[in-house]
């Protein structure tokens, strides 16, 4: 168990965005309540949060995906393959990230094949139907987006020394 890093604004605001802002308490299926931008543990009925309380809520939730996500990578990371991946693991849940083909490249060095695997993510059961949905795959590739863009900016690959060449694979 190391040093439990610490997502940064930029990877908040990703999950924020996606999660959107409940500002009173709204019931989910199964009896649980939702509120705020995602919190379920103390949700009841009733409640009422603002934006700042929401937020609060959310870094505090977070701290255990942090912990479970950190305790989980063997490679190195910069931060904002550290915030896509926490966005992740958030939104799939403790055991598919331990489980999925994302984590297993990560800690393997092959961030390339570790972002393409995020798009296998996209489905979800709407009324008992496996259905790829439109925001899942917004928000995969915002992960994804987030998870290839260096801290220091995107390096150059100017058209002149490499020009692209359609990947007929990528469409089977």
């Known amino acids: 168990m190391g040093q439990v890093n610490r997502i940064s604004k930029s990877g908040l605001e990703l999950i924020k965005g996606f999660e959107g802002l409940r500002r009173r308490s709204e019931p989910l299926a199964g009896g ?49 393959e550290f915030d896509a991946l926490v966005s992740f693991a958030w939104n799939v849940g403790r055991e598919n990230f331990h489980a999925s083909d994302v984590l297993k490249y ?51 690959a100017p058209s002149q020394i490499i020009r692209p060449e359609l990947d007929v694979a990528a469409y089977v």
């Open 32 to 80: 649980a309540w939702i509120v705020g931008y995602g919190h379920t543990r103390s949700a009841r009925e009733g409640v009422e949060v603002t934006e700042r309380e929401a937020e609060y809520l959310l870094r505090y939730d977070l701290q255990e995906t942090e912990k479970w996500v950190s305790d989980a990578i063997h490679a190195p990371l910069n931060q904002n």
């Open 106 to 156: 990560v800690n393997a060095g092959e961030m390339l094949a570790a972002a393409e695997s995020f798009n296998a993510w996209r489905k979800a059961r709407v009324d008992g139907r496996l259905i790829v949905v439109d925001a899942l795959v917004r928000r995969r590739a915002a992960e994804k987006h987030l998870f290839l863009s260096h801290p220091a900016g995107a390096p150059s």
